[in-house]
């Protein structure tokens, strides 16, 4: 997995993995990694969270706002 940039300093999330349909988060609080899938969350959603990872900043957010629990199980 690759460390998340988190440029506010204040994210949860602490590392991300990129794949063409899905994007796994880790976050700092948990020893779980969470999958979000093209099917789960939607591929447009997933597309911004990757955005999102890659500019280190705003992934968090996003999670809690939009996509929240659809991540597969």
């Known amino acids: 997995m690759q ?3 988190n440029i506010s300093g ?3 999330v602490a590392a991300y993995d990129i794949a063409p349909t899905y994007i796994d988060v880790k976050f700092h609080n948990s020893a779980r990694i969470y ?11 997933v597309e911004t969270m990757k955005q999102l990872a890659a500019q280190g900043y705003g992934l968090n957010a996003y999670i809690n706002k939009v996509v929240r629990y659809r991540y597969e199980k």
């Not at 999958?35 to 959603?45: I, M, N, P, W």
């Open 10 to 12: 204040v994210s949860d």
């Open 35 to 45: 999958r979000y899938s093209y099917t789960s969350a939607g591929e447009s959603h």
């Open 3 to 5: 460390q998340y940039g």
